[in-house]
Structure formats: C-alpha cells, structure tokens
C-alpha cells in the first residue's frame, strides 16, 4: 500500500499467509481411501479426486461406466481395476475413463502432497438450532419431513435416521447419519453442510444435494442391502471423509459436480482463519 500526505510518501507492506484448506480444491477428497467400485455402475464425476492414501476405481464390463472429468491424484497408489498399473487386459478397468482416456492410459498422481481438511465451529452450529428450535439433543428419526431452520442448521446431539422423502432447506449436523429414504437438500443461507461431526454417513436410499459441503469424521459410504435397493447419490459442491469414501456395491449411480463451497463457521485445519496477516513491514 502506497500513501501520500503533504507530498511525502509512504510504503507498507504486509505478508499474508494462506490457510485455506486445500480440501476445498476438490469435488472429493479422503483421509485414507477413496473407492468407487460397482459391477453395474453409471457414474459421472465432474471434478478431482484426491486420496491421502490410495485410490482405487473399478467398473464392470458391460452396463456400466465411471466417467471422471478432472483429475485423479493420491498419496499413494492410484488403481484401475483389480491390480496396479494391469492395462486394458482388465476387464474392471476397460470402462474407467478419467479425462476421455481409458485402460490405464489416462495420466494420474501418484505421490501427491497430503491435503489439509476444514475444521468446524460446532458450538456456533449448535447455538444457532438452539435459537431457532431445530435443536434435537437424543437420536432423531425424520420420516417424511420438511426441515427449514431459521437459521440455517438443525443439530442433532446424536445419531440422525432419514426416512421416507424429506427435505432439507440449509444444513444438518449430527454424530452421524444413515439415510435410509431420500434426503433432498437446497441451498438455503450460509450453512449448507451435510456433516456427521463424530461417525459415518450412510447411504442406503438417495441422497440430492443441490449446494453443500458434506462431511464426515469417519467415512462416507453407499450400502446396498438388497438387489432392489439401488443408492442413488446427486451430489453438487464437495464431498470429504476424514478416513474413506467407499461406493462399493453391486449397483450403484452416481452424479458429482464440483461447486466451491464454503460454508459460515469454518475454519483452517488447526482452527485457524482462513488468510493470516504475518508480519507487518513499514
């Protein structure tokens, strides 16, 4: 910055260091292991992938493809099909296309940098519900509901069941979640996050995002139970697990577009504001 006053100038400049989780530069991104793995799988992936451990992706042979339109990076091992680097002689990797390249000809990154993940400003969440009344503090089953917080969020001190069709205007935390119905979420002020602060989120029906960061301290996975019972996940804005993010079933359908989210009342990985000043220099 540059100042003058009575025809004397002054410089001062000013260091500014970046904290901004490098989580939030990618549609998904794990802790350990990302796994998107079905024997009839119709998935499009609109965004990078990022494991802090392995990647592994895997469709069968016939109706199925697993379409990524970014790029795909882990610390580790990036895997198409069953084993490391097979080449188009494996049938689980001929219908993998990441950027329009398949049988383990696309370009991948392996022994990429670690990425760093957002923290959470839970007791500002968990005041907000209060205020609002959308505070629950026990295990809480929603069947067939209309969730529009005042102020943003319902907070659940426990775990969160989702059945029947319900939907979701702004965001949900709880200790964990299994969606066993459909959850429709829309983007509804500044708290659109979708977040399972102490365990899993679970999807054994549907799950719609139309602008949320989801979150999960553990892992983020589709269960199929049964051969009818088909997960079907439409997520819009940023998918991260602390440990995995496994879609592994026998049928599986799957839509991720990358929006960049920031939610209100996040912060760097050590809590941390986003953009730090260092140092002052006059």
């Given amino acids: 910055s540059v100042g003058s006053v009575n025809g004397v100038s002054s410089t001062v400049t000013m260091e500014v260091e970046d ?3 490098t989580a939030l530069n990618y549609l998904s991104g ?3 292991d990302i796994r998107i793995y079905a024997l009839v799988a119709m998935a499009t992936i609109n965004g990078d992938l990022h494991a802090n451990n392995d990647v592994y992706l895997a469709s069968g042979p016939f109706i199925s493809r697993l379409t990524i339109n970014g790029d795909v990076s882990a610390v580790h091992w990036v895997v198409e099909g069953s084993v490391h680097n097979s080449g188009s002689g494996d049938w689980w990797d001929n219908r993998v296309s990441i950027k329009g390249v398949a049988d383990d000809a696309a370009t991948v990154y392996e022994g990429a940098d670690l990425i760093t993940f957002p923290s959470f400003d839970y007791s500002k969440y968990q005041a907000a519900a209060v205020d609002s009344g959308d505070y629950h503090d026990a295990d809480t089953v929603f069947n067939g509901a209309s969730l ?4 943003g969020i319902v907070y659940v001190n426990g775990k969160v069941t989702i059945e029947g069709n319900c939907t979701l205007n702004g965001g949900l935390i709880a200790n964990e979640i299994e969606i066993r119905g459909t959850l429709t979420q ?3 002020g500044s708290r659109n996050v979708v977040i399972a602060k102490t365990g899993d989120i679970t999807v054994r ?3 719609y995002t139309q602008e ?3 979150y999960a301290a553990r892992d983020i996975r589709s269960l199929q139970v049964w051969i009818s019972d088909v997960p079907d996940l439409e997520i819009n804005g940023i998918v991260l697990a602390g440990r995995d993010i496994n879609f592994w079933n026998f049928i ?3 839509s991720y577009n990358y929006v960049q989210t920031i939610p209100s009342d996040i912060a760097g990985e050590g809590g941390e504001a986003f953009f730090e000043i260092v140092s002052w220099n006059r």
Avoid: E, H, I, W
């Fill in 148 to 151: 529009s917080p005042s102020n």
């Fill in 252 to 254: 599986t359908l799957l």
């Fill in 30 to 32: 794990a802790g350990n």
């Fill in 212 to 214: 949320a960061m989801l």
């Fill in 186 to 188: 829309r983007k509804s």
């Fill in 19 to 21: 904290n901004t989780p």
């Fill in 205 to 207: 029906g549907r799950l």
